[in-house]
Every structure is written in structure tokens, then in C-alpha cells.
């Protein structure tokens, strides 16, 4: 049986919710939509810049895709009664600026995005109930898979991805016989060889960082606030700071990580986005880094790779908090919905 609510009231209009959503899944959609409108802009401009058709291809797919998921979105908030959020319009992408980024980084840059969009939907999808919302997580994670697929194909083939160092295949199984396994700090000891998961996340982290650093670059060089450009540069020396430690540790046991160029960033000046969705783009790729740095932390069973990747981890999080405190002086930070302040409503009436 269906059951009918009559509970919302918007513009002296009683609305009727069939099946309401909860709170979490209000809070999950809000941010999909920031997200979603955001990497279509971005999407937007690539595509009016790329010279290779099979690149076009993906990125056109990717934006149709979301285009479908957004709309979906915006109704689920209309039937709800729920207002929708501005997110990211024509006014923050200038399709008209010159090439920022070398060909390959477009397709770079998506999968990376797409990297996000899978730890988002996973959890998105944990916090859940309502069967229209189940759906909406559900066709973005196909999408996701599909373009992230296709992305990896597409940059190995054009060799401006690098795949993970190639290892000696294990012939044996072992269990660890000694807490020595942990040890990283004792100088009198060697320090025992790097497994596969631990190189595993360390060639991922140079792999980010790498693109990252590039494309902060590009926005650094042409953000219009100065505020903005400082605090840029800052997060371009912070991705230089974790590959070079990442880099080391590679090194100490004689793997060389063959990255690729970083020389993806051309001579433009001129914003193809505003500084507004610049801002918010760092912060949604901040969030992924210090879940990223979360996850190598806890499966990193060598102490002294844990307490770099720590140490970094902190970096990170002030440095996110430094941009989140600049875009709310700036007015670019919207504001997620919340619930009612009890207090406030008892003590004013």
C-alpha cells in the first residue's frame, strides 16, 4: 500500500509526497548535484577544446550521462519540495578562453573524477532507502565504471599513462612470523622490502599528485582573485611535497617510478572557469586525497611509511581548510540543507 503524506507546504501549496526521502539521502543528492554540474562545466570546455575525436567521444558520453542523472536529480526535488541547489551554470565556464591543458589531459583529468565519483556512490549509496534514490546511485555507478573503463583504455593506448611497476609473481604463501615486519624507524635494522599493496598505494598517490599538480597549475595561472592564486600555488607546492616523499621511499628500495610529463599546462592566462567552481573543484579533490591517505595508512604495515602518510594526511586537511574559509568569504560556498534549530525556534517564540 502507498502511503501519501501531506506535509509539505511551499508557496501556500499543501504538496503530496508519495514515499518522502530521508535526511541522509536530501545531504547525499545535494552534494551528487554539486559535484555533477561542477564536472559538467568542466566537461564543457574540454570538449570545445579537444582535438582528438575518440577523447571527444568520452568526454561528450560522460557529459550526456550526467546531463540525464542531474535532471533526475532536480526532479526527485521538485516532487519532494525540495528547492533546488544552484551548483555550477553557464556563468562559471568561459568557453571562448584559449587551451589551458595539452591534449590527454581532458581524458586524465575524468578519470581521476571518475575515482571520486566511485568512493562518493559507495558510500552514497550506504545511506540510501528510497528506491528513486537507489536508482540515481545506482545508473551513476554503471556510468562511472563505464567512463573510467574507457579512460584507462584510451590514456594507456596513447602512453600518457604509466601502469604500476611490474613485480616478481609470488609462487608461495606466507604468514608474517614477526612484529619486526612493522618496523621502519630502527636504524640498526633493514628495512624490509615493500609489498605489493604498499606499492601499490605509493605509485597511486605520485599518479594524483601528478595530475593534480598539473591542474592547479593551469588554475593558478589563471584564477582572477590573488587570493585565490596564493592559495593555489600553496596546493601546488603540497602535490610537489607528496611525490617527492612518495618518490623517496620508492627509491630507498630501488624502483623508479617512470611518471609521465608534466608539462600538460600551456602558457594561457585566461580563466575557462570562474574562481568559484576552480575553488570548489579542489575541495571536492582534497576530500578524495585524505581518503586516499586514510586508506593507505591503515593497510601500510611498515610504521615509518604510516607516519609520512600521516604527516601528510595533516597538510592536507588544514590546507582544505584554508580554501573551504576563502570560499566563504567569497560567497562561493553554498550551503548544504540542514536541520531545523530546535533551540533557536523554542527560545524565539
Known sequence: MEIIYLSKLQGGIILSLTNPISSSEVGTLWLT??????IMRILEYFMKKADDDEARNILGGLWQELNYYVIEIEKIFRNQGI???IGFNNEDVNLEAPKLYDNGFDVMIVRIL??????????NMNMAYNDDVIRVYEGLTTVTHKIYKLSTQYLLKKGILAPPPKVTMPTTTEFIKSKQYMSGFNPFNSKRALNDIELGFLHHGIETNNIGMQLITGFAQCAQNKEVRKYLEKGKDLAKKQIKIYQEILLDHDIQFSATSGSTVTTSTVAPFSDKLMMNCITFLNGFCMVGNS???FFTLRNDISLKITLLAK??????????????KHGWLEEPPQTE???QLINNT
Open 295 to 297: 586508506f593507505g595508512t
Open 83 to 85: 528547492v533546488i541547489p
Open 341 to 343: 534549530d530546535r533551540h
Open 33 to 38: 548535484y554539486q559535484e555533477k554540474t561542477l
Open 315 to 328: 597538510d592536507i586537511y588544514f590546507y582544505g581548510q584554508e580554501g573551504i574559509e576563502i570560499m566563504i
Open 114 to 123: 571518475k575515482e571520486v565519483s566511485m568512493g562518493m556512490y559507495t558510500i
